[in-house]
Nanobody, 118 residues
């Protein structure tokens, strides 16, 4: 059974940091590109970042560049998202997703809530 389990969300003040993790199982993790996608309250899905199977490059939405860092540990089957300088507009449910290519989302996690508020 494929599982993607996100963790690390919570309540943080503006300017603070959080590190999200996504533990993968049930598929060959290092065969897949991995992404973070978020959904703010009342809004649609928004792509955040993608990393290919080997971690050789990283890609970010414009508003996340310089603040967020995606990484992966293939030995641990785990994806990460380090989020710094958080803003209220970063409040959302954050999902990790696995894709056979960087343009696909074949598997999804259940999401973790990030709330940025004072």
């Amino acid at each position: 059974e494929v599982q993607l389990v996100e963790s690390g969300g919570g309540l943080v003040q503006p300017g603070g940091s959080l590190r999200l993790s996504c533990a993968a199982s049930g598929f060959t993790f290092d065969d897949y590109a991995m992404s973070w996608v978020r959904q703010a309250p009342g809004k649609g899905l928004e792509w955040v970042s993608t990393i290919p199977w080997n971690g050789a490059s990283t890609y970010y939405a414009e508003s996340m560049k310089g603040r967020f860092t995606i990484s992966r540990d293939n030995a641990k089957n785990t994806l990460y998202l380090q989020m710094n300088s958080l803003k209220s507009e970063d409040t959302a449910v954050y999902y990790c997703a696995a894709g056979a290519t960087m343009a696909e989302y074949d598997y999804w996690g259940q999401g973790t809530q990030v709330t940025v508020s004072s």
